[in-house]
């Protein structure tokens, strides 16, 4: 964007590889170990299902199906491979210097580069724009960094995985779990606390039976203590030792890939923020920002996902970061837009949602102030299989006492993303409940609940 | 080493080329069919080809760079033809590093700063 603008600009690029040496190309978490191929692989479950129920509508065939994780895995880091490309081309046509090398603060205006050879470079600029993203926490217990894989691995896991135990109760880890199992592993999920933290619970929990329901095991109150190698291998045997959260009850179990999706770190403390005075949230490593994505030194700016305070969404930076350049270089003046940001878990069973949850809405607005619609739906496609009756379920939080506003969208079903979009620009015009009955519905679809 | 040129028409000669350098980088660059005063039917592949040449010596040591013409206009025009089908080529002049999903495809070809970071590429 600010190479539009006729700005001279470089990009430093850098991966610092995974603890079993694992790295990638341009483009980012999203592109590279994060939405992409984690929705071609949901995409890969949701096909074995399909086959499942293309039987009771009529279509033959004898054979057992059987899933190649090598196969789906070469197509899809074919398909990054060819985004990364796409990236450098795009670049080096709008005359975007890029560098493949780690960079950090060494002074005012000054960044110091280093690539992989350790060769450093110093550079100045008149402005700097940090969007250093986030990487997989580990748990720091004995055999986490040598034995476990984190979701920085599994997009380009060379064997397959196995038998595996997700830890953790994110978003990410419940996709993981999801798709794993639905390619036909042995899945189990082990949570310390409750599921989707942040997301609206009754949701949640209607996610955790979901998917409790098809066959993922899961272990509740428990985190592991220990990662023992039983065995080497492609993929290995692990043994876990976990303790309870809530006695001292200790259980073991057999993986063979052990899987942790416990949360995300900033990576904002080695690039020398404290050289230019960048202020941090010591706790979380995340970088306040004013409305403008500025951070408390003028001339350094921040995006994406180690801002604090704001949603961690590829969309969501994008957009910042566009505006920001139109305000710098273009004299616009609009700012982004954080409120309705809509978001989708692509969980087995797909969650879209937009605005609040129904905790935050009655702890902003008080339980008198709002009203909840909802209703379960069995979309048309599932009846012929006989699957799930009674799972699928939408619901809207309106908000009383402004002409009944709609501030929460919630959809659980398939293609949540796709429903919940349209909706999200719905809410950015100020939909009330009013005009969301008046408008009459598409019939046969799930969207029209 | 340093690297070296191979000239190949059609598909067959080209894939039993590629086959024969498994293990080394290899660069193919994809022209229209060249008629008897050496010019090709497709003006863009003439325009890309000596952009293309002058940075050959970019190419990493053991290279192989392969020139081939994919055949004459109606052959390239048709939609199942097997450079088309199997090497998933969508316009010539295309250039490309085999085995990988890099590639350049027509006016990408006459840029020089992209034909360089092809063949430089990690």
Redesign the interface.
Known sequence: EAAKYEKKVMVLDFVMPTPLGNSWGLGGTCVNVGCIPKKLMHQAALLGQALQDSRKYGWQFTEEVKHNWMTMTESVQ??I??L??GY??SL??KNVTYE?AYGEFVGPHTVKATNKRGVEKLYTAERFLIATGERPRYLGIPGDKEYCISSDDLFSLPYCPGKTLVVGASYVALECAGFLAGLGLDVTVMVRSILLRGFDQDIANKIGEYMEEHGINFIREFVPIKVEQIEEGTPGRLKVTAKSTTGNQIIEGEYNTVLLAIGRDACTRKIGLDKVGVKINEKTGKIPVNDEEQTNVPYIYAVGDILQDKLELTPVAIQAGRLLVQRLYGGATSKCDYVNVPTTVFTPLEYGACGYSEETAVEKFGEENIEVYHSHFWPLEWTVPSRDNNKCYAKIICNIQDNERVIGFHVLGPNAGEITQGFAAAMKCGLTKEQLDSTIGIHPVCAEV | MGWEEKQVRGYLEFVQTAQRYHGRPIFALFCGDKDAAGKSWCPDCVTAEPVVRKELHNMPDESVFIYCLVGDRTYWKDPNNEFRKNLKLTGVPTLLKYG?????VEE?CF?A??VR?LFT??
């Open positions: 074919n398909y491979g060819s990364n490309w450098r081309v080096r046509e493949n | 990988t999903p890099q590639k350049l990408e840029k700063e992209l970071m590429e990690d």
